[in-house]
């Protein structure tokens, strides 16, 4: 069974009121208690009824709900500092966009899409291609078998108890408050 975690270092990190992160976490612990109840519900079904199809479908909503808040949170920090140019990532980042500001407008405007979803700079390692996805919902969108590396909510409970609409606020104050020692970590393990 899974067990939340604990995010609450992230509290005080600069745009983000307490208030929002409180509640925010209080999302992702229900995307944990929904996994385990439906780990536990599906051990105890036929695998041919219709009550089995839903929960297996409903599944994947609540597992990757609970894990892609977890990516976010983790990839999110107090004290961040810029992304080392001499980093591979960076250097990848390049490489793939041109320049990090390239990059950097690229999964900003993704993230200013229109619609409710993530937006994850995902890494194809099979492919050795980074790129900026949508990710609508929890589960529609992923590049099977890609790494994300940076994690951004763009659901609304993230931001507009404390932006309002204005979703670009949020997304400006996202990247002041990235972990990159956290981004990096993922793109080289």
């Not at 990710?135 to 969108?141: K, Y």
């Amino acid at each position: 069974m899974y067990t939340a975690r604990d995010f609450s270092s992230i509290i005080g990190v600069s745009g983000f009121s307490d208030t929002l992160l409180k509640a925010h976490f209080g999302l992702y612990d229900g995307y944990v208690k929904n996994t385990n109840l439906l780990v536990e519900k599906l051990a105890g079904l036929e695998p041919s009824t219709p009550e089995y199809a839903e929960l297996k479908r409903r599944f994947g909503w609540e597992f990757n709900g609970m894990r892609l808040h977890e990516l976010y949170f983790e990839n999110m920090a107090k004290d961040v500092e810029i992304l080392p140019k001499d980093s591979g990532l960076y250097r990848t980042i390049v490489d793939h966009f041109g320049s990090y500001e390239a990059w950097e407008k690229d999964f900003k405007a993704t993230g200013a899409l229109r619609g409710i979803g993530w937006v994850i700079l995902a890494y194809d390692r099979e492919g050795g291609t980074l790129f900026n996805i949508w990710v609508g919902e929890h589960d529609i969108g992923h590049l099977a078998g890609a790494v994300p590396i940076l994690v951004m909510d763009v659901f609304e409970h993230a931001f507009i108890m404390d932006y309002g609409m204005k979703r670009k606020e949020y997304i400006d104050t996202f990247f002041g408050a990235i972990n990159w020692d956290v981004v990096s970590g993922r793109f080289s393990t």
